[in-house]
């Protein structure tokens, strides 16, 4: 497939598309604004859907998606319409980074020190394995940015 790029002035990031099975959910957030979500939608020819939220950097801090028809999110975007369709793990308040995951096959990367998210997403069905992503997390980096996935 070719690569494309969005045209000024849309913006579109990474960061803010959740892929699934027959659709994506992207955010409209800092770095992704409706021209860029309508251009990916154009190019790609699939059904985007859009939680907007311009005060957030990405999406997917918030929320990604496991498999199997779940989603992990934090409590804020729990009750958002477009996941309503969604089986969701809400993770604790205090837990909030560990909406940020990594879903290979059935196995979720997640970052350590938030044993509540985990045993959570363990009880769905998942196996997972958690990671020391403490350097990036001072920055504001998650095992989304870090990850490139085809």
Same mark, same amino acid.
């Given at each position: 497939? &070719?690569? %494309? #790029?969005a045209?000024p002035?849309?913006?579109i990031?990474?960061? !803010?598309?959740?892929?699934?099975? !027959?659709?994506?959910i992207?955010?409209l @957030?800092e #770095?992704?604004n409706a021209l860029?979500?309508?251009?990916?939608r +154009?190019?790609l =020819?699939?059904p985007?859907? @859009?939680i907007?939220?311009?005060?957030?950097v /990405?999406l %997917?801090s918030?929320i990604?998606?496991?498999? #199997?028809?779940?989603? $992990?999110?934090?409590r804020k975007?729990?009750? /958002?319409p477009?996941? %309503?369709p969604?089986?969701?793990? $809400?993770?604790? +308040?205090?837990?909030?980074?560990?909406? =940020?995951t990594?879903?290979?096959? +059935?196995v979720i990367?997640?970052p350590?020190?938030? &044993?509540r998210?985990?045993e959570?997403?363990r009880?769905?069905?998942?196996d997972v394995?958690?990671?020391d992503?403490?350097?990036f997390?001072?920055?504001e980096?998650?095992?989304?940015?870090?990850?490139?996935?085809?």
């Amino acid at each position: 497939m &070719p690569v %494309k #790029r969005a045209e000024p002035p849309a913006t579109i990031e990474g960061g !803010d598309v959740i892929h699934l099975p !027959d659709r994506l959910i992207s955010g409209l @957030t800092e #770095r992704t604004n409706a021209l860029g979500v309508a251009q990916m939608r +154009d190019w790609l =020819n699939v059904p985007v859907e @859009t939680i907007e939220d311009p005060c957030i950097v /990405h999406l %997917k801090s918030y929320i990604t998606y496991l498999g #199997r028809g779940i989603m $992990i999110t934090t409590r804020k975007y729990a009750d /958002h319409p477009v996941l %309503k369709p969604f089986e969701r793990l $809400i993770v604790p +308040d205090e837990e909030w980074y560990a909406a =940020n995951t990594l879903s290979i096959g +059935d196995v979720i990367l997640m970052p350590e020190g938030y &044993p509540r998210a985990v045993e959570m997403v363990r009880e769905a069905g998942f196996d997972v394995i958690t990671l020391d992503v403490s350097e990036f997390t001072k920055c504001e980096g998650a095992l989304t940015c870090l990850s490139i996935i085809f």
